[in-house]
């Protein structure tokens, strides 16, 4: 009897706590033809695509990745995890761990304690557009759609390189690409691969959960002749909304309810399409469309995709959303930070890109091995150095970030560890005519009630962005564009949230110490590795040096073309260059404007901009 009551006590035990998944995933090079074109890619045990993660509600997750890539470190970010109490479970290098060398084994356990659709990647440098990215799916018993389906269908939407990221990144970011423009893809794949299926029986209600996993372009979505009912975003439930297009950033997830035909002797078209507008140049040979096919018959034909009647402009605008549990628009913020994006070239002939003219480049110490070795002045967002952007945030404060975009193009951004009510949006600006946030002007009675929640929102072209969220998960979050060429461009900045908390609940374990001394890297001291004075920055990674003042991109460009057709041009460029890399760290902090009071910087400490992004 007492053996049947402890039986029963465990029982209940694990359905409250949940069972422990455990995946091994050794991370290696193998060869695939996903369109055709056969190229190596990063595999998860020899198998490409990577397997889907699946678990349910409460489960704990256990992820042993080992690093068999030979020639270069990793990492794995779980998306959309909030990583509760265990922030150096989130994956990016240099923000809550150190980089996995080669052979090296690290361990990533924690508790699934949300729900929805989420992914993995590698959070390693440009790394997870050669593939190592895949679904991570969370099964939940109380989803309130649950009786609504019958089965359920997974959907990767991916753009798709030829040449690997080793590769295409440095050319990107060089002084020979001074506009930045980004490298276009050669496809859209489709649970990776061309003109797919999925298979469907008439009469029935299926759950798509669709996941852009690309790097780089947004794309449209439809099913043609079906009408979809969104229930989900990025793991937020949200009320039953019809729709008949959807348009995915990178990153982004949604779930859908589709109802099948009653009867039907056809297939039908799915239509993606890319954003072509984000996009610098379009080649002709390149198919901004891809067509794959509900098929209720596999042998009744598959029709081709009806261009001509397909309107983009009515794809659904996820701003409208509500979310189920009708959570209200947080209270006014006690810290509002406001940051604008801007794109431009620094004395290196490189394009950046920048949150208020910082542009991000990797600590000397992972910021969260600061947090941990700072003692009190953990509170001081100096000692997580200038380049890293940090801002930080008290315990369970409301958090608003503006975000104007001073930038011709949309931009994705994701935080880690959070979902943010969305509660304002403007659309796309002319470059000519940007609308950024005016505080005198800002009418607040038009935030929604209910606003919208995701883990990933787009920033419209010219436009703002006004996000809320509560500091209620004590962590180092990084907040980026998930445009994977703009986190390299150094689109970031750093969230250190409730430090002393995470002093008191995170216990880093061993094991991520021992990558670190396999790697290399330091794990204590402050952004310049300082472990004796954290608020001397002396040594820290920096940006490259400004332009000159007056020195416009356009300037640039031109310098950059006459350059290009006389030598007596390449020689000005070498000598503006080397003059100007005498800028000092002390000149650059100063014109970041942060820290100007900083006297521990003097004007020895030049350091090589860093190019650190790249592991
Ligand atoms: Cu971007």
């Known amino acids: 009897m007492r053996l049947l009551k402890i039986s029963i006590a465990l029982t209940s035990l694990t359905a409250v706590l949940g069972k422990t998944v455990t995946h091994n995933f050794t991370a290696s090079w193998m060869d695939a033809s996903p369109d055709g074109h056969s190229r190596r890619v990063i595999g998860i045990n020899g198998q490409w695509p990577p397997p889907t993660i699946e678990v349910d509600k409460g489960d704990q997750l256990e992820v042993y990745l080992k690093n068999d890539l030979g020639d270069r470190n990793t990492s794995i970010h779980f998306h959309g995890m909030y990583q509760n109490g265990s922030n150096h479970m989130d994956g990016p290098v240099h923000v809550t761990q150190c980089s996995i060398a080669p052979e090296g084994t690290i361990l990533y356990n924690f508790t699934v304690a949300q729900n929805g659709t989420y992914w993995y990647h590698s959070h390693a440098g440009a790394q997870y557009p050669d593939g190592f990215r895949a679904p991570i799916i969370v099964h ?18 991916s753009d798709w390189y030829h040449e690997e990221m080793a590769v295409i990144s440095p050319k990107f970011r060089s002084m020979y690409n001074p506009t930045g ?25 299926y759950l798509l959960r669709i996941i852009n996993i690309g790097a780089f372009v947004s794309q449209y979505f439809w099913i043609e002749d079906h009408d979809l009912t969104v229930v989900e975003i990025d793991g937020v439930y949200v009320d039953p909304h019809p729709t008949n297009m959807l348009y995915l950033t990178s990153a982004q997830r949604y779930s859908v309810l589709l109802k099948t035909k009653n009867t039907t002797q056809n297939n039908f078209a799915i239509g993606t399409h890319m954003d072509k507008e984000m996009l610098d140049v379009h080649p002709k040979d390149l198919d901004y469309y891809q067509t794959n096919w509900l098929m209720y018959d596999s042998k009744a034909a598959l029709p081709a995709l009806d261009i001509k009647h397909t309107r983009f402009d009515n794809a659904l605008d996820d701003f409208d959303l509500i979310p189920h549990d009708r959570r209200p628009l947080y209270a006014e913020p006690d810290h509002q930070i406001e940051v604008t994006v801007t794109m431009d070239n620094l004395a290196d002939g490189v394009n950046y890109a920048f949150f208020n003219n910082i542009t991000y480049t990797d600590p000397r110490v992972p910021t969260l091995y600061t947090v941990l070795s700072a003692g009190d002045l953990a509170n001081n967002a100096q000692v997580y150095g200038t380049f890293t952007h940090p801002f930080v945030l008290n315990h369970l404060e409301v958090v608003e970030i503006v975000l104007n975009n001073g930038d011709t193009s949309s931009h994705p951004f994701h935080m880690h560890g959070h979902e943010f009510q969305v509660i304002k949006r403007t659309d796309a600006f002319e470059d000519d005519d940007p609308h950024f946030y005016d505080p005198e002007n800002e009418d607040i009675s038009l935030y929604p009630e209910f606003p919208m929640r995701r883990d990933t929102v787009n920033l419209n072209a010219n436009g703002h962005l006004v996000l809320r969220f509560i500091a209620d998960n004590p962590g180092v979050w990084l907040f980026h564009c998930h445009v994977e060429w703009h986190l390299e461009q150094g689109l970031a900045l750093t969230l250190i949230e409730a430090p002393m908390v995470i002093q008191q609940t995170v216990d880093i374990p061993q094991n991520h110490y021992d990558v670190c001394e396999s790697v290399g890297e330091l794990y204590k001291g402050n952004a310049a590795g300082n472990v004796d004075d954290f608020l001397n920055l002396k040594g820290q990674n920096t940006q490259a040096a400004f332009l000159p003042d007056g020195f416009t991109l356009k300037g640039y460009i031109a310098l950059f073309v006459s350059a290009i057709v006389a030598i007596l041009g390449m020689m000005s460029v070498g000598l503006y260059g080397a003059s100007d890399l005498k800028h000092t760290e002390a000149a650059l902090v100063k014109r970041a404007g942060v820290y100007e009071e900083n006297e521990d910087i003097d004007d020895e400490d030049i350091q090589d901009p860093s190019t650190s992004l790249l592991h």
């Open 140 to 157: 939940d018993k109380q989803a309130y759609f649950n009786d609504q389906y019958d089965e359920e269908r997974v959907i990767t939407l």
């Open 181 to 205: 423009a980004e490298p276009v893809p050669q496809n859209i794949l489709f649970n990776d691969a061309l003109n797919s299926s999925i298979n469907i029986e008439a009469n029935k209600t």
